[in-house]
């Protein structure tokens, strides 16, 4: 067994598929990134956003509750993650006044978006900063952003950008592994 199994054991990873599509780029991209999560030995489970709109999302809070680290994963639309990952977000309580839960507070996270160009990377440093602030969770940098170059015609990725996936999935765990053995990330509390 080597360093990065014995981190990773009994560690689960979440991923939140926020594309209102569900089987192109961006599920490619999120595929890549739990790969690297498994080959680390971590248990994966994949949460379509589009199955939890109708309950509130309230089994896709439940799975990211459970999970030591969450990856989220949606398309660049308008030079920000979908709708569909805020409406998410607006569901998740943070440990506020009058709330009962903070799913994601010292967790590790990811943040993987996928864009028609290069330049649109600038989309994931919202939702990591929204992360990182307003939930308290630690979130893997860089994030993971991958360009209409990155894949082949049938929405595959390329071999570097399968390999980088599977690199982000990777460094996620050590980085849940590192927050589940400190016993002061899970205390830090959200900036407001």
Avoid: W
């Avoid at 498994?38 to 439940?62: I, K, N, P, Q, Y």
Wanted: aromatic share 4%; proline share 4%; hydrophobic share 50%.
């Amino acid at each position: 067994m080597n360093g990065a199994e014995r981190t990773a054991a009994g560690l689960r990873v979440t991923a939140v598929l926020a594309s209102p599509h569900g089987s192109g780029s961006t599920a490619a991209a999120v595929d890549a990134v739990l790969d690297g999560c498994r080959e680390a030995g971590a248990v994966c489970t994949l949460v379509d956003l589009r199955d939890g709109a109708a309950d509130g999302f309230a089994g896709a809070v439940d799975a990211v509750e459970e999970a030591d680290a969450v990856v989220f994963a949606s398309p660049t639309y308008r030079a920000t993650h979908t709708s569909l990952l805020a409406s998410f977000l607006e569901h998740v309580e943070r440990g506020a006044r009058f709330e009962t839960r903070a799913p994601l507070r010292g967790k590790a996270a990811a943040v993987v978006m996928t864009g028609a160009a290069p330049e649109h990377f600038l989309a994931t440093e919202g939702l990591r900063a929204t992360l990182a602030s307003f939930y308290a969770v630690q979130v893997l940098a860089p994030s993971l952003h991958l360009a209409r170059t990155a894949f082949g015609p049938d929405n595959s990725l390329t071999a570097d950008a399968s390999a980088t996936g599977a690199l982000h999935g990777r460094a996620l765990v050590d980085l849940a592994a590192a927050c589940r053995a400190s016993g002061d990330i899970a205390r830090l509390e959200p900036l407001v």
